[in-house]
C-alpha cells in the first residue's frame, strides 16, 4: 500500500506523536467495500478521512494555516494540470476540490498519500528543499499515485487479508510511542516482514507516479528538471544511510533504473511553459521561480524545528552568520530575518521579533513581490503583539479583509487572530460573528471551531458554544462525543428557535451516522478479531 501506510509506518515509530492516543482495534479505520479493480471511490474516500481523523485526534497534523494554504495554492496549479491531461475526471476519480494537502511537524525528509486525496508533507522535506521546484515534484508525485488509483487498485489486488495487515501495521506504529510491548503484540501475526515487504508500491507504480508527476510540473510551469535532481541527491544520501536511509526514499525506493527513466523522459519533453510568476520573484542566486512565500515558510519551518532553548539559540546564531554572509542579497536576508523574528518569539524577546519584521519589510520594500510579503509579515506582527499581551496595538495592526488577497496564503490565519484580538478585549459579540463567518468559510478548519466555542462561552451562548464544540468533535471523527454536546446544546436552551432546530436536525443526522458506523463495524467483525 506505498505510500499510504510506509511513511505512515516509519513515520509514527520516529515520531512519538502518538504518546496520548488510546490504542485499541476499535481504531481501525473500516476498510470498506473492494471492488474488482479496487476500493470504490466511496470507499475510498471514507477510509482516507477516517485516517486523517486519526492523525487529527492524535496530533500529527501541524496547525499551520499559512503552511498548509501554501501547499494548497501551489498544488492547485498540479492539480488543474492533472484536469486538463485527463489524469484526474469528475466522477471518475478523487475531486480536485476533494485533496487535502498538510503538514506534520517531523524533521523527517518525507511526504506520503492517503486514500482519498490526503496528502502529508513533512516540516523537514520543506525546510531541506534547495528549490521550490524540488518540493512541488514531491507533490506532483504524490499526486500521480492518487490520480492513478495505486492505493485503492493494490487494496483490491490483495484484497482482504492484505487490509488486515496493513491496518495492524498502522496500529503498531499508533502503539510504538507509548508502549512497544503492546506494538509488538499488536504486530503477533507473525508477519512483520511480509507486511513491509506490502508496503512499498511496484516499480511500475513509482515509475507511473513519476511520469504524471513530471508532467503535472511541466504543464503548471514549474521546473521539471528539481525532480532528477531531488532524486540524484536521495540517492546519494541513502547510500550513507543504509538501514536508516530517509522515510521517503523507504516508502519510495529509488533506482538506478528509475533515475534514469526520469533523465529520458526529461530529455524528451518540450521546452518548458512560461512561468507563472504571480506568486514569483525572479532573482539571482535564488531560483529565479522560487515565490516569496516558499522562501519564508522554508526558513521559518527551519528554524524551528527544534524549538527547545538550546534549539532556539542554535537557530539564532546559524541565522545570524548566514544573514551576515548574504550582505548585497535582499531577499535572502529578508527571509533570514523574518525567521529571526520567530526565533525570537520563541525566546520571548517581543521586541527584537517586532525590530526583525521590520528589517525583512525594508529588505523587501522595493521587490515586486512586496504584495505578497505584506500578509506574512502583518499576521507575524499580530502573533507577536498578542504574545505579549498588547492587545491595543494588535487591535490598530489589524486590516481590513478587503486590503488580503483573495489567494493570498494568510488570509485564513489574518482571520483567526482578527478572532483572537477581540476576545482579548473582551469584544466577545465581535469575536463570535468573526468566527461564525470564520467556520462558514473554513468549516473543515478544528481550530476555527474552537475559537467559536471560546467566543459562544465568553459572551454566555452556552448553546453555540456546545454546538462548536460539536462540530470540532464531529469533524474529527468523534461521533459520540459530538452526540454528547449537541445533547448539551439542546438542554442549554437559550438560543432562538431557528438554532434549536438546526441543532434537532443535526442529532437526527449525527445518530444516522453513529448508527453507519456501527453497521459498518459489524460488517468488519472477522477483522477486529484477527487483530
Given amino acids: 500500500m506505498g505510500a499510504v501506510f510506509a511513511a505512515v509506518f516509519s513515520m509514527t515509530l520516529a515520531s512519538g506523536a502518538y504518546a496520548q492516543t488510546r490504542v485499541g482495534t476499535e481504531q481501525l479505520p473500516q476498510l470498506g467495500e473492494a471492488d474488482a479493480d479496487g476500493l470504490s471511490l466511496a470507499a475510498e474516500r471514507r477510509l482516507g478521512r477516517q485516517v486523517f481523523q486519526e492523525f ?6 501541524a496547525d499551520d494555516p499559512e503552511l498548509e494554504d501554501y501547499l494548497a495554492a501551489q498544488s492547485a496549479r498540479l492539480l488543474q494540470a492533472a484536469l486538463d ?22 524533521p523527517a525528509i518525507n511526504a506520503f498519500a492517503l486514500p482519498g486525496g490526503f496528502i502529508g508533507i513533512h516540516t523537514g ?25 495505486h492505493i485503492s487498485r493494490q487494496f483490491g489486488q490483495r484484497r482482504q487479508s492484505s487490509a488486515v495487515m496493513i491496518a495492524a501495521a498502522l496500529l503498531a506504529a499508533m502503539a510504538a510511542s507509548s508502549s512497544p510491548d503492546a ?44 525532480m532528477a535532481s531531488l532524486f540524484q541527491k536521495l540517492s546519494r544520501a541513502g547510500e550513507f544511510y543504509e538501514s536508516a536511509a530517509p522515510n521517503w526514499l523507504r516508502s519510495h525506493p529509488l533506482t538506478t533504473e528509475r533515475i534514469a527513466d526520469v533523465q529520458t523522459r526529461l530529455s524528451q519533453l518540450v521546452p518548458q511553459k512560461s512561468p507563472d510568476l504571480t506568486r514569483s520573484s525572479p532573482s539571482p542566486g535564488l531560483g529565479a521561480q522560487d515565490t516569496l512565500e516558499f522562501r519564508w515558510l ?10 527547545s532553548v538550546d534549539g532556539l539559540a ?25 525567521a529571526m523574528a520567530w526565533v525570537a518569539v520563541g525566546q520571548r524577546r517581543y521586541e527584537t521579533a517586532l525590530s526583525r519584521l521590520t528589517q525583512a519589510e525594508t529588505l523587501t520594500r522595493d521587490a515586486n513581490v512586496y504584495a505578497w510579503a505584506r500578509p506574512l509579515l502583518a499576521t507575524t506582527r499580530l502573533e507577536v503583539l498578542l504574545a505579549a499581551g498588547q492587545l491595543q496595538e494588535a ?39 468573526l468566527a461564525q463567518t470564520y467556520t462558514s468559510s473554513w468549516p473543515d478548519d478544528l481550530q476555527g471551531w474552537a ?13 453555540l458554544a456546545h454546538w462548536a464544540t460539536a462540530e470540532r468533535y464531529r469533524r474529527a471523527g468523534a461521533l459520540n462525543a459530538s452526540l454528547e454536546q449537541l445533547v448539551l446544546a439542546r438542554k442549554a436552551n437559550d438560543a432562538d428557535f431557528t438554532v434549536m432546530s438546526m441543532i434537532d436536525a443535526r442529532l437526527a443526522s449525527l445518530r444516522k451516522e453513529i448508527q453507519f458506523e456501527k453497521s459498518a463495524s459489524k460488517q468488519t467483525k472477522p477483522l477486529k478479531e484477527g487483530l
Fill in 56 to 61: 487529527l485526534r492524535a496530533g500529527v497534523v
Fill in 85 to 106: 491531461q485527463g489524469h484526474l475526471r469528475p466522477g471518475q476519480s478523487i475531486e480536485p476540490g476533494e485533496f487535502r494537502f498538510f503538514a506534520v511537524r517531523d
Fill in 125 to 149: 522535506l520543506m525546510a531541506q528543499s534547495q528549490s521550490e521546484s524540488e518540493l512541488i515534484s514531491v507533490l506532483a508525485h504524490e499526486i500521480g499515485h492518487i490520480s492513478q488509483r
Fill in 183 to 226: 506494538a509488538m503484540g499488536i504486530m503477533s501475526l507473525g508477519q512483520t516482514v511480509a507486511v513491509q515487504d506490502q508496503l512499498a508500491f511496484s516499480r511500475e507504480a513509482e515509475r507511473e507516479a513519476d511520469r504524471v508527476g513530471l508532467g503535472l510540473m511541466q504543464e503548471a510551469g514549474f521546473d521539471p528538471q528539481a
Fill in 298 to 307: 522554508r526558513a521559518r519551518t527551519g528554524a524551528l524545528s527544534d524549538r
Fill in 314 to 338: 542554535k537557530s539564532q546564531l546559524r541565522l545570524q552568520k548566514a544573514f551576515e554572509e548574504s550582505a548585497g542579497k535582499a531577499l535572502e536576508q529578508s527571509a533570514l530575518a523574518y
Fill in 395 to 433: 487591535l490598530a495592526s489589524l486590516k481590513p479583509p478587503s486590503e488580503v488577497k483573495d489567494n493570498s496564503i494568510s488570509r485564513r490565519q489574518l482571520a483567526r487572530l482578527s478572532i483572537r484580538v477581540f476576545e482579548g478585549l473582551g469584544r466577545f459579540d465581535q469575536a463570535l460573528a
Fill in 451 to 463: 475559537l467559536q466555542a471560546q467566543a459562544a462561552s465568553s459572551a454566555g451562548r452556552q448553546t
